[in-house]
């Protein structure tokens, strides 16, 4: 790695929610690596801080549940206030529940959208202030759902899906202020949220082996998190992890057309009520490591 790549960001600060495990925790460590600091936000106190531990002096961190509009101001004043300056934001935070439409509670569902969309509103609104002082760059992590759906992931992907169509519109509102706004299209990556699917719903890995590139492959969140720093040194306005995923983007008039429905039907008639099945076993929408709290009011 050449001197210049390490020290890019030499002088900078980034601020990561869902910091405290996998993609966010690992940018974190890759941006200190490179010369950086880091804010680290999120909802598990005791990563948070054996994380900002271990990256010395770079590192400060806060926490707050993207889900509460004041909680998330003050975490991100905070830390404007803490480094002096903000100049990258990702808001990566983000969860994912089991369950068919039919099948998953309203609560469940509603916490997916709140955190998903609605936590990146926040992130975002309270965020611009501190990136147009230096003309900043925001990256969203949407996901490979927001262009390539299956079922019994509806929340997700909706919640994605969401949160791309929102960024679009952020992109053009904020252009004038000097502010860039990028977004991050991760398909599986090798985090918590990934393996405990596939170890709670064995219908879930097994309908991916059978899905095209890129959906039947995992990325290690090294890689991931590489891609993302590129994307923030290059303030890219579009991050795809693999990259092959771009592929998806470009193909999903044709993904979701008349001309595919009779695979899909296909592929479903069995799965789903397999899934459902799983599910119902499973007694939960959410896999076990999911930092779950009560919405503060």
């Not at 960001?9 to 929610?17: D, E, P, Q, R, Y």
Request: aromatic residues 6%.
């Amino acid at each position: 790695m050449s001197a210049a790549k390490v020290n890019r960001f030499h002088g900078k600060v980034a601020l990561i929610t869902g910091a405290a495990r996998g993609i966010g925790a690992e940018v974190a460590r890759a941006y200190v690596a490179e010369g950086g600091r880091v804010a680290l936000v999120g909802l598990e106190p005791d990563r948070l801080a054996e994380l900002a531990t271990e990256l010395g002096d770079a590192a400060a961190w806060w926490e707050a549940d993207v889900r509460d509009g004041q909680a998330v101001r003050a975490a991100i004043d905070g830390a404007a206030g803490h480094f002096g300056r903000l100049d990258h934001v990702v808001a990566n935070a983000g969860i994912a529940s089991y369950g068919t439409v039919r099948q998953i509670d309203e609560a469940a569902f509603a916490r997916v959208v709140d955190v998903n969309l609605n936590g990146v509103f926040r992130t975002a609104k309270y965020a611009i202030a501190h990136l147009e002082r230096t003309k900043g760059y925001l990256l969203v992590v949407s996901s490979l759902a927001a262009f390539s759906n299956i079922a019994g992931l509806s929340s997700y992907s909706a919640s994605k899906a969401g949160v791309e169509a929102m960024t679009i519109s952020l992109k053009q509102e904020v252009a004038h202020l000097g502010v860039k706004v990028g977004l991050c299209h991760p398909s599986w990556i090798d985090t918590d949220i990934v393996r405990n699917a596939e170890a709670d719903l064995p219908t879930f890995k097994a309908i991916r082996r059978r899905l095209p590139y890129p959906a039947n492959t995992t990325t290690d969140v090294q890689t991931c998190a590489e891609q993302i720093l590129r994307g923030l040194a290059r303030r890219k306005s579009r991050v795809y992890v693999p990259r092959g995923v771009i592929l998806a983007n470009w193909g999903k008039a044709l993904v979701n057309s008349p001309l595919t429905w009779p695979y899909v039907r296909l592929l479903t008639r069995k799965t789903v009520p397999a899934l459902e099945a799983e599910v119902a076993a499973l007694g939960r929408f959410h896999h076990a490591h999911t930092p779950i709290t009560e919405k503060r009011p």
